[in-house]
């Protein structure tokens, strides 16, 4: 099977929520999501070849979204949801609204990241093997900046799945795709206060039913950092307080019986997390695919790091002491502003 005719047979989900922070919100979501379809337009394998194109918004004006259509060059399903909607619902709201007649597989992507222009190609091509894979995770990062590079190694890390070669523990919701049938048995599901974790939490899932997820590194998209300092600083602290939610489903996938205890432990348990994802991360620097850091340079990346981690660790301490400040339903539906152009 050739990716062509994997494509023909594929949907491609968008989802708009992390377009909704920001003055002038409705604006911006239509100018940031055009430029992201624009750059779909002109992939190698573009969205034309596709079966299905869906795209959920809470807002979008009719004339937006016949902008989207006509740089797209062909039609696409515009799915309307509600401002309480979450980030994880609407990729299930999203994947709700392909057609199983249709789509053997769906791409999940985020239109506030920046594709490759062989992204989807990329991602696509381990579905053309005689032993394809179930599910495929493409490759995640910052821009390769000195601060990029830095929180790439704490945002978008990924660990092998011993048990399978060329697999991968876990993955990002903007840069994965499913075989259909498997995404309709696991889909997201609600993990209330938390702002984005769900999808670790369905790579334990995934790895515990022993469904091998396939990691493709040349499936490249860039995220896009918060458009001003002060909604980075709340991202992280964001990030540290999902870290309290996430302890319980890591200690009870990857650590013994003995210490369970540490689900229970407050603050304690989320700080034993982060301190060692902070030497992950340490290692990890100049091994994620990004030009490497070197000198002053790679001093500066490490610095970075711990000093990020120190402010995630800070919102896992508050949470693990009962400040809740994410909020403790819909949590996923915040939203921070990635308009700016890169």
Known sequence: MMPDQVAARCALVLETNNLRGGADAEAAASTSLQ???????KQQVPLTALAQVVITH?????????????????????VRIDA?????????????ATDAARCDHVVFADADCLPDDDWLLQMLTPF?????????????????????TALTTIDFMYFPNADHA??????????????????????????????????QVLGMRLKAADVPI???????????????????????????????????????????????????SGPIGPLCVLFTRLGFSVRALNHQD???LRGLRWLAGVALIVGFSAIDMLGAFARGIGLHTTGRTNADAQALSYHRPT
């Open 84 to 96: 309480a909607t979450g980030y994880y619902d609407a990729k299930n709201v999203g994947f709700a």
């Open 214 to 264: 396939h990691y493709a590194a040349a499936a490249h998209t860039e995220h896009r950092l918060p458009d001003t300092r002060a909604e980075a600083l709340k991202l992280r602290w964001m990030r540290g307080q999902d870290t309290y939610s996430l302890t319980p489903h890591l200690l009870r996938s990857y650590v013994s019986s003995r210490w369970q205890w540490l689900a229970r």
């Open 128 to 148: 053309t093997r005689a032993d394809a894979p179930a599910v495929v995770a493409g490759r995640t990062s910052y821009a390769d900046s000195i601060v990029g």
């Open 35 to 41: 430029r992201l379809v624009a750059l779909l337009a």
């Open 58 to 78: 809470d807002g979008l004006s009719a004339a937006s979204c016949e902008a989207v259509a006509a740089l797209a060059g062909r039609p696409i399903d515009f």
């Open 166 to 199: 060329g697999a991968t523990s876990n993955f990002y919701a903007n840069n994965v795709a499913f075989r259909r049938d498997v995404f309709e048995q696991h889909s997201y599901q609600a993990l209330d206060g938390v702002y984005r974790a769900h999808c």
């Open 290 to 292: 990004l030009p490497p």
